[in-house]
């Protein structure tokens, strides 16, 4: 499996950025597709996922109504639009994947086995 992410750059506080992750090497029909991110001196953190075969979408609390994340079967991506960002937005955003995760587990880093490299996210005041 690879995942590349891409998207990143700055933004000023309030505006908008849509970050993709192209999925390859597997079908990813009964995946589980995650974004999580990392500020400096922070553990990384859960964002959103989105399981692949139904569409259901989960989000962290401190993201929910500002982002979206939706996926496209023709083009194996996923997406994550962010609006209204916040200088706490700021990190690293890694997108994940894996198979048969569970709901209670989805927001664990350690559930994901495939990363993509990161893409940096830069809100500024």
């Known amino acids: 499996v690879q995942l590349q992410a891409s998207g990143g750059g700055l933004v000023q506080a309030g505006g908008s950025l849509r970050l993709s992750c192209v999925a390859s090497g597997r079908t990813f029909s009964s995946y589980v597709m995650g974004w999580f991110r990392q500020a400096p001196g922070k553990e990384r953190e859960f964002v959103a996922a989105v399981r692949w075969s139904s569409g259901s979408t989960y989000y962290a609390d401190s993201v929910k109504a500002r982002f979206t994340i939706s996926r496209d079967n023709a083009k194996n991506t ?5 609006n209204s960002l916040k200088p706490e937005d700021t ?3 890694y997108c994940a994947a894996d198979r048969a995760i569970s709901s209670a ?3 664990l880093a350690r559930s994901y086995d495939y990363w993509g490299q990161g893409t940096q996210v830069t809100v500024s005041s």
Do not use: H, I, P
């Open 105 to 107: 587990t989805m927001g």
């Open 91 to 93: 990190a690293v955003y």
């Open 78 to 82: 996923v997406y994550l639009q962010m």
